[in-house]
């Protein structure tokens, strides 16, 4: 996957990702990586973090 796309997913908000998720049958396939993003989300660092590292 695309760490740019990723990023992306992680910038919008959760409950709204997770309705749309919910509510698109055809994301069905990609429902457990993108579930699994989530869960992800609050241990993640912006981006600007990332390049002062």
């Known amino acids: 996957m695309l760490s740019f796309f990723e990023q992306e997913l992680l910038d919008l908000d959760q ?5 749309f998720i ?3 049958p055809a994301l069905n396939d990609y429902r457990p990586y993108l579930e699994r993003l989530l869960t992800f989300k609050p241990y993640r660092l912006s981006p600007e973090t990332e390049k002062n590292c």
């Open 15 to 19: 409950d709204l990702l997770g309705t």
């Open 22 to 24: 919910e509510q698109t």
